[in-house]
Every structure is written in C-alpha cells, then in structure tokens.
C-alpha cells in the first residue's frame, strides 16, 4: 500500500493535516476579462478573509451535454491566459486535463493537474498527471465508491505525483440527480491524503435525454459546506462566476460573488 503524504502543497497553499484552503474560479474560461475579474475578486477574499484561495480555471470542458454546447478558448489559448492571470495576482491555479497528452502542457502553468470525475479511473491519464510532479486534484467518479478512489490516487502517486487531492462532488442517485454522502469524506480522508468538497456540482441535476444542459440549484450550498466540514474536509471547492444568470455553462449552479463571499463568511470559523 502506497503512503499518501498527509500535506499537499498547491503552490503557496497547504491542504491536509489541519489545513483549510478554497479552490474557486469559472466553469470554464469565456474570456480573459471575464477569467481576470473572477481571479482578482478571489484574491481580494484570500486577502480579507486571511484563507488560502487557489485558482480554478478551466481551459476546455470536454464533457459537455450537447455537441453545441461552449467548450472553451482551447488549451494553447486557455494556457495563455491562465497563465497572465497568475503572473499578474499571484495565485495558485489549478487546471483540469482530459488526455495524456495535455499533462506535460499544462504543467507548465499550473499548480495543481485536475483528473475529472467521469475520468477518474483512467489509469495512464492519471499516470502522465503524477509524472509531472504536480500535486493531483482527482474528482471522485459519480458511479465509484470512495474506498475504490484509494487505487485511483496510487496510480497517481506511483508515477511521482506530489500528492493526491480527492474530491467529493455527489453520487448519482437514479438518471437525474445527485446526493452527497458525507461519509465519502471521511472513507477518503483515512487514505491519508487530502479531501475537497465540490458544493457546485453536486448540486446538479445531470439532463436526461430531452435536455440540452444541466441544470441544478444552489439552496443547499451553505448547509452542505458546513456538514463536509464537519466531516474533515480539507477544503471547499466552488464555481464562481461574475454573473451566473449569463453564464455558458452551469448557470444553475455557479456562484455569484456575492453568494460565494456569503458562503466564505458562513463557514470562516469552521
């Protein structure tokens, strides 16, 4: 059995062993003025709020629900722009990958490697992330157990990989909804590794056949924040978006600035 290291580092933040961190940031880039408000307004909360922020941005989103759905400005672009982003604020960013191929690239930039849920258990996808170095983020599959993610973070781990992040983001519960099982936390958490919880997206409501997009609410983030807290989660992870109503992906669920910094200050003291 492979030793996860308990404390993992995500550029100057430290998740795990006692220490609360907040991953943020869009869905998915739409432009570049629009990825640089959301990464300055995180920085102002890291600074106000004295918690460690990393960035979340999303270059493409390769699991989308309609074949016209926005996709993103693509990886070299996407990098371009995280990139000037990061140089400017400082921030940690964490980038989400999609094929082996993508790992040696967005390392380059990144802080942290992001294995998406409905990947979780692509063995080389995982490897060529933990080759990198980098800490890895591995969002627990929909349709997987969380004592199964445990050999899922050791493909990662055995290539080289900084340390492995899991996170919690709903198990599917019938074709179109999600529930959250807060002893995933602690399951993941006896890895001896770090454990997020994903309070946007397991709010989905994933489509069935005649929909065109997800959909999803966001009545249920302050309460769940606060019970995955409570069950040891190592940190938050949220959507934020300057104005959900308009966004091109998960309208239903990002958080406005104002319901994220409601969120931030309803869970400080946790």
Known sequence: MINYPNEIKIGDAIAGDGNKIIVAGPCVIEDFSMLEKTAAFLKDIASKRKIPVVLKASYDKANRTSVSAFRGPGIEKGLEMIAAVKKKLSLPVLV???????????????????????????????ASAGKTGLPVNIKKGQ????????????????????????????????YNDLIV????????????????????????????GTDTGTSGSRKFTIPLCCAALA???????AEVHPCPSEAKSDRDTQLSFREFEGLVD???EM
């Open 96 to 126: 989400d990958i999609h094929c082996r191929q993508e790992a040696v690239l967005a390392a380059k930039v990144a802080d942290c490697l992001q294995i998406p849920a409905f990947l979780c258990r692509q063995t080389d996808l995982l």
């Open 143 to 174: 349709f997987i157990s969380p004592r199964a993610m445990r050999l899922q973070g050791e493909k990662a781990l055995e290539a080289g990989s900084g340390g492995v992040i899991f996170t919690e983001r709903g198990t599917s519960f019938g």
């Open 181 to 208: 099982d807060m002893r995933s936390i602690v399951i993941m958490k006896e890895t001896g590794g770090g454990v997020f919880f994903d309070v946007t997206h397991s709010q989905q409501s994933p489509p069935s």
């Open 231 to 237: 069950a040891g989660a190592d940190g938050i992870y």
């Open 266 to 268: 309803a869970v400080s």
